[in-house]
């Protein structure tokens, strides 16, 4: 998933990663580069298993963009919760 990063308006982030962690049991989130210890955290007793670097376009698509293409660092997160069966 791609939930609104949490550093435009602290906490954007947070009701994506609790309904996925309800909905499934292994999920992939993109967050800011720099996020692993919020997110580690913030999941509990849920896991992060695996950690990719990227760098990601963003278009200008809110009044808030500053540029046509703005190249942002992020990680992409797979978090495992085991709570669920399936």
Do not use: W
């Amino acid at each position: 998933m791609n939930p609104p990063f949490g550093a435009q308006c602290k906490g954007n982030d947070r009701p994506f990663l609790k309904k996925a962690l309800e909905i499934a049991d292994t999920v992939y989130s993109i967050h800011n580069k720099g996020s692993r210890s919020f997110i580690e955290k913030y999941i509990r007793p849920a896991i992060v298993t695996d950690t990719y670097s990227a760098s990601f376009s963003i278009k200008r698509t809110f009044k808030f963009h500053k540029k046509d293409v703005e190249q942002i660092e992020v990680e992409v997160y797979r978090i495992k919760s085991g709570s669920h069966s399936n």
